[in-house]
């Protein structure tokens, strides 16, 4: 009965890489992250250049229909600026940096060429050190425990896979929603009631894969 | 036996494996919403099921029906009845792109605003404003020749402020200071997500029907208040009257039943209805014009009471 079974799994699975391919290689990108939602009390968070790499995995399920996986070192720069009275004037009062491991996990649905393709998913951001560096006194602060551990935000792009060979070439830009709230709860003084703070931005993303068996 | 069973589940298994994703050959393609030979007109209200590639600009504005707000006491002293309406102006731009015969995403930006047209309004109901982006999915899960059924996910993050003259006078009575805790302009963001079902089905080439049903889970828009699960539903009814009199003009009537709450509707303490009526122009697949006249009834103050009225000049092109 074992060996039976034993043959069927191993069947199926060289039936699934004879029709699917294995996409393995590494990312790069480019992000603006703003924090959309409660700023403290006449200061505004603007959002600055970060940016991210790390290892991308793709398999394809249907020959146009693509899962994705990835593991990142990502890096998030806000600005914090105060708004003057009477002028609206931003003057910067600090640099406020999130560094995180990030795990987008989506699918890419090719177009009729499979070449440009729509992608969507999920991210999960495991943060680890969140400071302030003051801009007057040149000294940073450690704000870590103002936010929390995880964070899960969902992602909408577009991209284009370039073939050179058995490498593929894919710039993509996406779209990314927070959809939880990252602030750990607190009540600040600087502050409303019950404050929200979201991520949303762009991020424009370089894969260089190698697409094991060729084909696609 | 085992032997037999084996083979079977080998057999099915390359089937599922091999297997594509199917297109719908069932309706022939056309650039707009045509189902069974009718020409569906877009009802702003009612989400449609078609996938298509279409881009959305929509412009509209209404008044309240003299509407009884309470009035205004302070201690034991009656100070003012307010009187007069409340004026609300809209704007959506939205794209929804094509992606396969099966899948399409959408993309929409909304801004509403509401104030007072007098003075005892506007002191009393302040100036209200909520811009949202909404982004969505939409896959196509059963077609024939005239029926259409579509499901759709779509997360909507909203941003509202409010500027409460009332409430940030009584604050400065109360504490008789100006105080950062009683600011006169408050803002809230707000985070919606809603799975719809959509339908449409083709009555004949001269009459057409659209229904959806949907359920929202999100934050609430005033500062404090709990999450909850809302749910909408709505119907519409679509007449082309080209084939029957030769005049490209469709008439489109349809109701939306809604518990969502919104800045444009905020007085109705509770889920309100909406009747609207579309005159469009159908002499065309690619595009859609119309004029949408809508009538609200809702609770308000604890009283069943029509409260809006407001038309909207609705343009789509499709590609």
Same mark, same amino acid.
């Given at each position: 009965?074992?060996?039976?079974?034993?043959?069927?799994?191993?069947?199926?699975?060289? +039936?699934?890489?004879?029709?699917?391919?294995?996409?393995?290689?590494?990312?790069?990108?480019?992000? %603006?992250?703003?924090?959309?939602?409660?700023?403290?009390?006449?200061?505004?968070?603007?959002?600055?250049?970060?940016?991210?790499?790390?290892?991308?995995?793709?398999?394809?399920?249907?020959?146009?229909?693509?899962?994705?996986?990835? +593991?990142?070192? &990502?890096?998030?720069?806000?600005?914090?600026? %105060?708004?003057?009275?009477?002028? &609206?004037?931003?003057?910067?009062? #600090?640099?406020?940096?999130?560094?995180?491991?990030?795990?987008?996990? #989506?699918?890419?649905?090719?177009?009729?060429?499979?070449?440009?393709?729509?992608?969507?998913?999920?991210?999960?951001?495991?943060?680890?050190? +969140?400071?302030?560096?003051?801009? &007057?006194?040149?000294?940073?602060?450690?704000?870590?425990?103002?936010?929390? %551990?995880?964070?899960?935000?969902?992602?909408?792009?577009?991209?284009?896979?370039? %073939?050179?060979?058995?490498?593929?070439?894919?710039?993509?830009?996406?779209?990314?929603?927070?959809?939880?709230?990252?602030?750990?709860?607190?009540?600040? +003084?600087?502050?409303?009631?019950?404050?929200?703070?979201?991520?949303?931005?762009?991020?424009?993303?370089?894969?260089?894969?190698?697409?094991? #068996?060729?084909?696609? | 036996?085992?032997?037999?069973?084996?083979? @079977? @589940?080998?057999?099915?298994?390359?089937?599922?494996?091999?297997?594509?994703?199917?297109?719908?050959?069932?309706?022939?393609?056309? $650039?707009?919403?045509?189902?069974?030979?009718?020409? /569906?007109? $877009?009802?702003?209200?009612?989400?449609?099921?078609?996938?298509?590639?279409?881009?959305?600009?929509?412009?509209?504005?209404?008044?309240?029906?003299?509407?009884?707000?309470?009035?205004?006491?302070?201690?034991?002293? /009656?100070?003012?009845?307010?009187?007069?309406?409340?004026?609300?102006?809209?704007?959506?731009?939205?794209?929804?792109?094509?992606?396969?015969?099966?899948?399409?995403? =959408? !993309? !929409?930006?909304?801004?509403?605003?509401?104030?007072?047209?007098?003075?005892?309004?506007?002191? =009393?109901?302040?100036?209200?404003?909520?811009?949202?982006?909404?982004?969505?999915?939409?896959?196509?899960?059963?077609?024939?020749?005239?029926?259409?059924?579509?499901?759709?996910?779509?997360?909507?993050?909203?941003?509202?402020?409010?500027?409460?003259?009332?409430?940030?006078?009584?604050?400065?009575?109360?504490?008789?200071?100006?105080?950062?805790?009683?600011?006169?302009?408050?803002?809230?963001?707000? @985070?919606?997500?809603?799975?719809?079902?959509?339908?449409?089905?083709?009555?004949?080439?001269?009459?057409?029907?659209? !229904? *959806?049903?949907?359920?929202?889970?999100?934050?609430?828009?005033?500062?404090?208040?709990?999450?909850?699960? *809302? *749910?909408?539903?709505?119907?519409?009814?679509?007449?082309?009257?080209?084939?029957?009199?030769?005049?490209? @003009?469709?008439?489109?009537?349809?109701?939306?039943?809604?518990?969502?709450?919104?800045?444009?509707?905020?007085?109705?303490?509770?889920?309100?209805?909406?009747?609207?009526?579309?005159?469009?122009?159908?002499?065309?697949?690619?595009?859609?014009?119309?004029?949408?006249?809508?009538?609200? =009834?809702?609770?308000?103050?604890?009283?069943?009471?029509? *409260?809006?009225?407001?038309? !909207?000049?609705?343009?789509?092109? =499709?590609?």
């Amino acid at each position: 009965m074992n060996k039976y079974y034993l043959l069927f799994l191993i069947l199926v699975l060289g +039936a699934s890489f004879a029709t699917a391919q294995v996409h393995l290689g590494v990312s790069g990108y480019a992000q %603006k992250l703003s924090l959309n939602g409660d700023s403290p009390e006449d200061q505004i968070v603007v959002a600055e250049l970060g940016y991210g790499a790390g290892l991308s995995l793709g398999y394809f399920i249907l020959p146009e229909i693509q899962l994705t996986l990835g +593991a990142t070192y &990502d890096v998030r720069n806000n600005q914090v600026s %105060k708004i003057l009275p009477i002028t &609206d004037s931003l003057v910067p009062i #600090g640099n406020f940096r999130l560094t995180s491991y990030a795990v987008p996990v #989506g699918v890419r649905i090719f177009g009729g060429s499979k070449t440009w393709y729509f992608s969507s998913g999920v991210t999960l951001r495991f943060h680890g050190n +969140a400071s302030v560096n003051a801009i &007057d006194s040149d000294s940073s602060y450690s704000v870590s425990s103002a936010f929390v %551990k995880v964070e899960g935000s969902l992602y909408l792009g577009f991209g284009y896979m370039f %073939k050179i060979g058995n490498m593929r070439v894919v710039p993509e830009l996406r779209y990314e929603q927070g959809l939880s709230n990252i602030l750990n709860g607190e009540p600040l +003084a600087t502050l409303p009631p019950s404050p929200t703070l979201r991520s949303t931005g762009f991020s424009f993303r370089l894969f260089a894969e190698y697409a094991f #068996g060729g084909g696609q | 036996m085992n032997k037999v069973l084996l083979i @079977l @589940l080998l057999i099915s298994t390359q089937s599922v494996l091999t297997m594509h994703a199917a297109d719908s050959v069932a309706v022939k393609s056309s $650039p707009g919403p045509v189902l069974g030979g009718h020409l /569906f007109q $877009p009802l702003t209200g009612v989400p449609g099921p078609f996938i298509r590639t279409v881009s959305q600009v929509s412009v509209g504005g209404g008044t309240t029906l003299n509407l009884a707000l309470p009035p205004i006491v302070i201690g034991d002293r /009656f100070v003012i009845a307010p009187q007069g309406s409340l004026a609300i102006v809209s704007m959506v731009a939205a794209h929804e792109q094509k992606i396969k015969n099966w899948l399409s995403v =959408y !993309a !929409a930006f909304k801004l509403v605003g509401r104030l007072g047209t007098n003075v005892t309004s506007l002191f =009393y109901q302040g100036v209200n404003t909520a811009t949202t982006f909404n982004l969505g999915w939409k896959v196509k899960v059963i077609e024939t020749e005239r029926f259409l059924g579509t499901l759709s996910l779509d997360l909507t993050n909203g941003n509202v402020a409010v500027i409460d003259v009332n409430q940030w006078v009584r604050g400065i009575i109360d504490s008789q200071a100006v105080i950062s805790q009683n600011p006169l302009i408050q803002t809230k963001p707000a @985070l919606f997500t809603g799975l719809t079902a959509r339908s449409a089905y083709a009555i004949n080439e001269t009459f057409g029907a659209t !229904a *959806f049903i949907e359920a929202i889970y999100g934050e609430a828009i005033v500062r404090g208040g709990s999450a909850g699960v *809302f *749910f909408n539903a709505g119907f519409s009814l679509n007449s082309d009257l080209r084939l029957v009199t030769d005049v490209p @003009l469709a008439l489109t009537a349809g109701v939306v039943y809604r518990q969502t709450p919104s800045v444009e509707d905020s007085e109705s303490s509770s889920s309100l209805v909406t009747g609207s009526l579309r005159f469009g122009y159908s002499g065309t697949q690619n595009f859609s014009f119309g004029l949408q006249f809508n009538g609200q =009834y809702g609770d308000v103050g604890g009283e069943k009471q029509a *409260f809006f009225i407001g038309g !909207a000049l609705d343009m789509r092109f =499709y590609y």
